[in-house]
């Protein structure tokens, strides 16, 4: 390893440690030779100078905290002697200037996607059922135990034999059942390095997992469709707002170019109402064509009636859908949703500054790239209000995000208590520190629009999206607002996936590439220690994407079937 700690700009006054370091040492950081009156564990930081009490911590260039009391220049920056501070932004301050990525390697590539009419193109090709109301969940659970056994999706696992082997009287052989399970498990913990992943899908070696090639054949009937089912709490109960929001969430993950169609149930008397999901469908594409099945069990009578409809009409459709193959489209028709979740300190430094080259490069070839998580661009604000294209979304963004702290306030609560027990345990101590970090996924470029829950991205460049930080509902909603990929990044492991989307996982250092390999898609711990630069990197992380916007490499999300939907809900039950 080159360094053994580093500052990431030059007005920093507290550096990043990049492994263990003992107190008493010596460490050099930017040719200048620091002793450390502290053990630093590596992710967390320490002071570069003496910081009296309320003085500013700096880091990324910016304010990411203040002393609550006196630090001495080598001493460990931690939860007890600093706390939560940004900057006051009131409105743009300076004029913004981009000069675009060398692009030259991927002007005229492709990826293999499916072509909607609307000129939007999927990297995957998914019937979808889903309901209005909570009250029609049983329903829709009932339609995929059917269509995936008839289909031959379901396949037994390997943990249903783990089981069967503990059972009383069974007649499986419980010490060789057991010894093959846990050989399988240990095989599949390593990962291979980055040079080494190389592939059945041109020049990649994504492992494949012991029961990828059963999921792979996809089903025994339909060879160009995938079947997915999402269930959710809403729809009814609620304030009229909530069942708004939930509406033109579902209207936006019909109108992903990775869903060819839907069937939909709905109860009759909830909160959101046929007519009113309608609506949001027009409003997001007036020329929306794509054949919805819509069934109201209070108008049809039994549930029996209705779902006998529902499933000798979709499949009619779906064997419709499923001879629609795969053509060549420019890169320039990704949507890339940009994500992060269970960080670490070194976040900041490598995954996310990855997925800030490749934001800039689809920016760039004129693709579609949305940062979310509001929470998490805490104390950058006055750069993103810089970098608004439009002075309005700049006045947008800045009101959103007051109006979403002021609720958070309400509830009793802030922003300052965002970072999680884990992000803390690594390094990221305060929630401008993490936001300062997460919003390195958003590259540098312009920002060309700033967008509210549910509504729909259609604008080439980098858009904000106003989301939780929560995983799961903010990648359900860059789903919702277009994205035909998602890349997420990870210090520490989360298994979050989405129904609709490939979300590709990467991780921020080695350790967890190979502890979590049957979660992590891809490795940037070579950035960390050195090895290899952020472009490097980031030319084989758009090698994967690639591959797996084609259907050439599946996304260990969509092999381990994390179909996560949790849509956010802002207001209150009543």
Known sequence: MKNKAITIDSQDNAAVALIDLKSGSTVSVNGTDYLLKSDIKAKHKFALKDLAKNEDVWMYGIIVGVTTENIKLGEAI??????????????????????????????????????RSDGQVGTRNIWLFFPLVFCENNNI????????????????????????????????????????FLTQRDNNMRVP?????????????????????AINENSKV???IE???????????????????????????????????????????????????????????????KPVLIYEQQQIGTAEEMLNSAIKDSITEILKADKQEREPAPL???????????????????????????????????????????????????????RCVNEADGVRFLELMRDYEDSVI?????????????????????????????????????????????????????????TPGN?????????????????????????????????????SNSELANKMSDIIDFNSGEIITGEKSISEVGEELISLIIDIASGKVRSKATINKQNDFIPWRRGVSL
């Open 410 to 466: 309400a509830s009793g609560t802030g922003f300052d208590a965002n970072p999680s027990p884990g992000n803390i345990k690594d390094g990221l101590i305060t929630d401008a520190m993490k936001s300062a970090g997460a919003a390195k996924k958003g590259g540098s470029s312009p920002i060309v629009s700033v967008k509210d829950y549910g509504e729909y991205i259609s604008e080439k460049g980098l858009s904000l999206l106003c």
């Open 222 to 224: 339909l060879k160009n």
């Open 227 to 289: 079947l997915k089912f999402i269930t959710h709490p809403g729809g009814c109960g609620a304030i009229r707002q909530d069942a708004l929001e939930l509406s033109q969430l579902l209207a936006g993950y019909l109108n992903n170019p990775n869903v060819a169609g839907a069937t939909v149930l709905s109860l009759g008397c909830q909160n959101l109402q046929i007519d009113i999901f309608q609506n949001s469908l027009k409003k997001i594409n007036p020329d929306f064509d």
């Open 78 to 115: 931690t939860v007890n002697n600093i706390k939560h501070k940004t900057s006051k932004v009131e409105h743009k301050t300076a004029s913004y200037n981009w000069e675009k990525t060398d692009i030259s390697k991927w002007e005229g590539k492709t990826f293999d996607g499916f072509k």
């Open 471 to 507: 995983d799961v509902e903010s990648t359900t909603l860059l789903a919702g607002a277009g994205s035909n990929i998602i890349l997420f990044t990870t210090g520490l492991g989360t298994p979050t996936g989405n129904p609709v989307t490939p979300v590709i996982k990467v991780s």
């Open 141 to 180: 659970e009932i339609l995929k135990d059917t269509f995936e056994k008839e289909l031959g999706y379901f396949e037994p696992s390997k943990y249903q034999n783990l089981l069967r082997s503990y059972l009383p009287n069974s007649n499986t052989d419980e010490t060789s059942m057991s010894k093959n």
């Open 193 to 213: 390095s980055l040079p080494a992943r190389r592939s059945q899908a041109g020049d990649r070696n994504i492992k494949l997992l012991p029961d990828e090639k």
């Open 332 to 386: 320039s028709n990704l949507s890339i949703g940009l994500q992060c979740g269970g960080s670490d300190g070194f976040s900041g430094i490598s995954a996310n500054p990855l997925l800030g080259y490749v934001s800039d490069v689809m920016a760039s070839i004129a693709g579609t790239v949305v940062l979310a998580e509001f929470p998490e661009l805490c104390g950058v604000e006055q750069d993103i209000v810089n």
